[in-house]
Nanobody, 127 residues
Framework: QVQLVESGGGLVQAGGSLRLSCAAS????????MGWFRQAPGKEREFLAA?????????YYADSVKGRFTISRDNTKNTMYLQMNSLKPEDTAVYYC???????????????????WGQGTQVTVSS
């Protein structure tokens, strides 16, 4: 049974940093795209970043977080990370990690393209 578990969320002041982790179990995802999304109250789930680790690898970011957030993976630990710097109050949301069940598929920026999801971790940025 595939399971994704996020951790690392919490309360931080504006300008601060947090590092989210997403631990995968049940299968390895070295040949699968993985990504981070977030959802604020009353808003749709928003793509943040995605990562692949084949063919030289690649990372992809939404404009809203480019330059502030960094996605990475450690395939030996089957874990993905999201380093978030210069946090703003508008970054407050529940953050989700996701994985695509298709192998060697280009990472999507739409939630429907991901088949596996974590339960989410709350990030609150105070002003």
């Amino acid at each position: 049974q595939v399971q994704l578990v996020e951790s690392g969320g919490g309360l931080v002041q504006a300008g601060g940093s947090l590092r989210l982790s997403c631990a995968a179990s049940g299968r390895t995802f070295s040949r699968h795209a993985m990504g981070w999304f977030r959802q604020a109250p009353g808003k749709e789930r928003e793509f943040l970043a995605a990562i692949i680790t084949w063919s030289g690898g690649g990372t992809y970011y939404a404009d809203s977080v480019k330059g502030r957030f960094t996605i990475s993976r450690d395939n030996t630990k089957n874990t993905m990370y999201l380093q978030m710097n210069s946090l703003k109050p508008e970054d407050t949301a529940v953050y989700y990690c996701a994985a695509d069940s298709r192998t060697y598929h280009s990472p999507g920026k739409v939630a429907d393209e991901y088949n596996y999801w974590g339960q989410g971790t709350q990030v609150t940025v105070s002003s």
